[in-house]
């Protein structure tokens, strides 16, 4: 098993990518996986929360200006951006929805092992993970009431429990193990762990999909506009990000920018739970292949970027 999950995580990017297709290419896989996306969700939470650096947090709290106005980015100034281009665009409704709701999603907990396999300020992004992570429900239901009009539809009860399933519960669980077995003997798991990462995120990915090979064949037109958005909005705010935040240096602007494009967005999927239409799984789904592609193709484009 030690070896398997070894493989798995030297060949995370490949794997990573090919999870993403498979889901569209064997939908009976996908429909299958989708019974474990919530179990999925907190599983990967807790592994990688486990897996997690806590001295690099405590050097990003060293220095927390940048980590500061980075989250300030994240979680508020970004979903108000989405809604004015939207605003402007005359996008539908739900592409709305889903696109405001990308931009108030917290910092990618994948965005960690991408940081450190290309290169970048992997204390920065752990540091920007834990804060919009914790932030959500403060961040989140102003978008909800006055950008979206949407407060209404979602259940404040169930949404807090959900927010302590999937996020209050790993961060405790981790934190516990943590100090149960030491930091040395996590870090002597650490391919372990990084291969159990890989397969819980192509798990998730494949439970994303389903259902969605059918809505390609079925509305192609609709599909492909959910993915530019996506795509165009996740490479959007990585440039927006390096280069609001090019005078902190190439290092930092370019791992801002990183965590700026890619968003925790199955955690939102299941914090809503449906509470903003089917259409929203949909993008979420879409919103998936640039993220599960970019350890594939950003290391060479960081290489050459000089870091």
Same mark, same amino acid.
């Given at each position: +098993? !030690?070896?398997? @999950?070894?493989? &798995?995580?030297r060949? /995370?990017p490949?794997?990573l990518a090919l999870?993403?297709? =498979?889901? %569209?290419?064997l939908?009976?896989?996908a429909t299958?996986?989708r019974?474990?996306l919530?179990?999925?969700?907190?599983a990967? +939470? !807790?592994v990688? @929360?486990?897996r &997690?650096?806590?001295s /690099?947090?405590?050097?990003?709290?060293r220095a927390p200006? =940048?980590a %500061?106005?980075?989250?300030?980015?994240?979680?508020v100034?970004?979903?108000?951006l989405?809604?004015?281009l939207?605003?402007a665009l005359?996008?539908?409704p739900s592409?709305?929805?889903?696109?405001v709701l990308?931009?108030?999603?917290p910092a990618?907990i994948a965005a960690?092992?991408i940081a450190?396999?290309v290169g970048?300020d992997?204390p920065?992004?752990?540091?920007l993970?834990v804060?919009?992570?914790?932030a959500?429900?403060?961040t989140?239901?102003?978008?909800?009431?006055?950008?979206l009009?949407?407060?209404?539809?979602?259940?404040?009860?169930?949404?807090?429990l959900r927010?302590?399933?999937?996020?209050?519960?790993?961060?405790?669980?981790?934190?516990?193990?943590?100090?149960?077995?030491g930091?040395?003997?996590i870090?002597?798991?650490t391919?372990?762990l990084d291969?159990a990462?890989?397969v819980?995120?192509?798990l998730?990915?494949?439970g994303l999909?389903?259902?969605v090979t059918?809505?390609?064949?079925?509305?192609?037109g609709?599909m492909?506009?959910?993915?530019v958005a996506?795509?165009?909005?996740?490479?959007?705010?990585?440039a927006l990000g390096a280069l609001?935040?090019?005078g902190r240096?190439r290092?930092?602007?370019?791992t801002?920018?990183l965590v700026?494009?890619n968003?925790n967005?199955?955690?939102?999927?299941?914090?809503?739970?449906?509470?903003v239409g089917?259409d929203f799984?949909?993008?979420?789904?879409?919103?998936?292949?640039?993220?599960?592609l970019?350890?594939a193709l950003g290391?060479?484009i960081?290489?050459?970027?000089?870091?």
């Open positions: +098993m !030690t070896d398997a @999950l070894a493989f &798995l995580a060949r /995370a490949l794997f999870g993403v297709f =498979a889901g %569209l290419f939908p009976d896989i299958a996986a019974t474990l919530e179990p999925g969700v907190v990967l +939470m !807790t990688s @929360l486990l &997690l650096d806590w /690099a947090l405590g050097r990003s709290l200006a =940048a %500061l106005v980075a989250a300030l980015w994240l979680l100034l970004t979903p108000l989405a809604w004015s939207a605003l005359g996008l539908s592409l709305t929805t889903a696109l990308n931009g108030a999603a990618l960690i092992p450190q396999l970048l992997a920065l992004v752990v540091g993970v804060v919009t992570t914790l959500l429900p403060v989140l239901m102003p978008v909800l009431l006055w950008l009009g949407l407060a209404g539809a979602l259940d404040l009860g169930a949404f807090l927010f302590a399933l999937y996020i209050v519960a790993p961060f405790a669980v981790a934190g516990t193990l943590r100090a149960w077995l930091g040395a003997r870090e002597a798991r391919v372990s291969g990462n890989v819980l995120l192509v998730c990915a494949l999909m389903d259902g059918a809505e390609v064949l079925a509305r192609p609709k492909l506009g959910f993915l996506a795509v165009v909005f996740n490479a959007g705010l990585q609001a935040f090019r240096g290092l930092a602007a370019l801002v920018g700026l494009g968003r967005m199955a955690l939102m999927l299941v914090l809503m739970a449906g509470a089917p799984g949909l993008y979420v789904a879409m919103a998936q292949l640039p993220i599960y970019l350890p290391t060479p960081y290489r050459r970027l000089g870091v």
